[in-house]
């Protein structure tokens, strides 16, 4: 039931499957997903979901975000009834109850009685049987390409969806950004300006205060712009074992709010996922649907690496920029044999060469705290610890706009 991954057939979509009709979105979708092909694309993918269609997505992501990436019936109901509580534990609550229509707690009670493990394998089958029809797995249950790319679709609709419902963009996400600049201060006119940049209040109220009847020449007033200072962001995920189920779905939440975040501000994100080696490495720039896709499938194991995740920025981030890096983990370094001198030792490399680090925490102990603030401390960042995953997101957005607002 839990293979890895292997070669995987690659069924075209075809009548019948998922292509539901195109359904309106939010301003926050309109305002994230505008002026760019990268973001057209990702919009129409957005527009052509119905509520089936997402159910199957999410149910899918959530196979992955528990260490599975196939579906075997059979497999399945023998574990069920043979010791429901750690096949409980292996599938998660919300893909329990997505694969076999009932609550886990009625499971529970009444996984012993025979009828019920007939009915209850007859919902299973139905609901592998129905992914399979519509393309989205092989003929051995494997997950294939299209249901990645449903998973991570259906992934993105729901992280857009909370983030509209908790404004956590806010204001920047609706508002047009500027592409000449910030307004800084005035000065006159000259013929090389753009007429976009006349500062027209102003103007008229100098001319009032000169007696003019009308605006002359010398009363047009001009912003001078400071140009918009780009910013490099990596997104270091720790994906070792201790992460599996809600920590990793949050992180991978997380990863996406980010993402279109910098893409909202015209900056560049990348992304490193690491256990004891590093799993997936994107340098920035890296196109939104290949971050969201590689953390939709990424799968959890293993032990953290830290010093290792810092290492391997370094080389990705450009020179003499804007470089910051984001290491979320929810704990300790597990490899080395002095491990807070390895880990230092990275990050005085990182600073050497102009980059900032910020560390997210999630439930860190004593020691791992410790840990995260010496890396702080050292890497000219901030730590964020978080108990609440659901405020995960915005912590890490909240880590990304306050360097914003200071380069």
């Known amino acids: 039931m839990f293979p890895d991954d292997t070669d995987r057939e690659t069924p075209e979509l075809e009548d019948g499957n998922i292509t539901p009709p195109n359904q309106e979105k939010s301003d926050l979708f309109e305002g994230t997903l505008s002026q760019s092909d990268e973001k057209d694309k990702l919009l129409r993918s957005l527009g052509q979901m119905d509520e089936d269609a997402l159910d199957k997505g999410r149910m899918l992501a959530d196979a992955f975000n528990q260490g599975m990436s196939s579906f075997t019936p059979s497999l399945l109901m023998e574990q069920l009834a043979t010791n ?10 919300s893909l329990l109850r997505a694969l076999t229509g009932y609550d886990p707690s009625y499971i529970e009670r009444n996984v012993s009685i025979p009828e019920f493990q007939k009915e209850l394998a007859k919902k299973v089958e139905e609901s592998i049987e129905g992914m399979q029809k519509k393309g989205l797995l092989n003929k051995d249950g494997s997950i294939n390409d299209s249901g990645i790319l449903l998973a991570t679709i259906s992934n993105i609709y729901f992280e ?3 983030l509209s419902q908790k404004n956590l963009f ?23 300006d753009r007429y976009k940049t006349v500062a027209l209040h102003e103007s008229l109220r100098l001319a009032l205060r000169r007696g003019h009847q009308t605006v002359q020449k010398n009363d047009l007033l001009s912003y001078e712009r400071k140009s918009k200072t780009k910013l490099n962001i990596i997104y270091a995920l720790d994906a070792s074992g201790s992460m599996r189920g809600k920590k990793i779905a949050a992180a991978k939440r997380a990863g996406i709010a980010l993402s279109f975040a910098t893409l909202r501000e015209e900056d560049r994100v990348g992304l490193i996922v690491f256990k004891k080696e ?35 920025a370094i080389p990705l981030f450009p020179e003499k920029e804007n470089n910051h890096l984001i290491l979320l983990t929810d704990g300790l370094q597990t490899v080395g044999e002095d491990k807070l001198a390895y880990v230092l030792e990275q990050v005085s490399l990182a600073r050497n060469h102009g980059i900032t680090i910020s560390v997210v925490g999630i439930n860190l102990e004593t020691e791992g705290r410790e840990l995260a603030e010496h890396i702080v401390n050292l890497g000219a960042g901030e730590l964020k610890l978080i108990s609440n995953l659901e405020e995960l997101d915005s912590i890490v957005l909240e880590d990304y706009y306050a360097l914003r607002e200071r380069v």
Not at 289 to 309: E, N, P
């Open 160 to 162: 857009l969806d909370h």
């Open 170 to 192: 806010g204001k920047r996400t609706l508002e047009k950004r500027d592409v000449y600049g910030e307004p800084t201060s005035l000065r006159h006119f000259r013929r090389e």
């Open 278 to 312: 590093v799993d997936i490495s994107h340098a920035p720039p890296c196109p939104i649907d290949t971050i969201a896709s590689s953390l939709t499938t990424l799968r959890t194991g293993g032990q953290t690496d830290v010093a290792k995740a810092i290492s391997h």
């Open 84 to 93: 429901y509580q750690q096949t409980e534990r292996l599938l998660g609550p």
